[in-house]
């Protein structure tokens, strides 16, 4: 089976301070996300990549970068986190068309 | 606009007892359909999908949907709802030959009383 890997569950940063989730797949998929996911607000895209060194931006960009250097790696980077990015992040990668996402376990970032 | 509703928010059903959740989207054609379960604290995890053919398809943990292209649902349903399934429940849609990003509803949360 896939698996997808986000490096920490639980992370508290303080503001300001610059943080980064990291997520590794092991099937040699091209694509992988990055959504944040906030009660009441479902799941929001915030960046994506097609392979090593494409991304593309999701539906709320602002605040946040990413890093795709191998394949089987994608960074989500905050420059200055805010507390407005406490939020729970998840990593997915895509096999196929179609076949659906495999999720990561999940980071929940506290910033303080 | 394409969408995807789940109009349930939460349901709140008793052990053992029979359950349906509810996903309509809006699409032209008809799309790639899964069902995702997100336990507390954890990622999401497939429960099943629906590409074409037969319109009831069955899933892990004993969950099945049903596909209606006359209503544009794609309902999940349990017979016998066990305490572990207390979780959040995602529907999703992707159209075949768009983007690689599917469209998720917004979730709905079930609790099981014992």
């Known amino acids: 089976d896939v698996k997808v890997t986000q490096s920490s569950r639980y992370l508290v940063k303080r503001t300001g301070e610059k943080v980064f989730l990291e997520c590794v797949q092991d099937m040699d998929h091209e694509n992988m996300f990055w959504y944040r996911q906030d009660p009441g607000l479902g799941l929001r895209l915030i960046y994506f990549s097609y392979d090593v060194k494409m991304k593309e931006k999701g539906d709320i960009p602002e605040g946040y970068s990413v890093s795709r250097e191998k394949k089987e790696r994608f960074s989500l980077i905050l420059e200055s986190a805010s507390t407005n990015q406490t939020s729970m992040y998840l990593c997915a990668s895509w096999a196929e068309r179609g076949y659906g996402y495999t999720f990561g376990s999940g980071t929940r970032l506290t910033v303080v | 606009a394409q969408s995807v509703t789940q109009p349930d928010i939460h349901i709140t059903v008793s052990e053992g007892a029979s359950l349906e959740l509810r996903c309509n989207y809006s699409?032209?054609?008809?799309?790639?359909l899964f069902w995702y379960v997100q336990s507390p604290g954890q990622g999401l995890q497939l429960l099943l999908k629906y590409f074409s053919g037969d319109t009831l398809v069955q899933g892990i943990k004993g969950f099945e949907a049903e596909f209606k292209r006359s209503q544009s649902s794609f309902n999940l349903r349990k017979p016998s709802v066990h305490w572990s399934d207390a979780a959040e429940y995602f529907c999703a849609v992707w159209l075949s030959g768009g983007s690689y990003i599917p469209t998720f509803g917004r979730g709905t949360s079930l609790i099981v009383h014992p």
């Open positions: 699409y032209g054609a008809t799309p790639y």
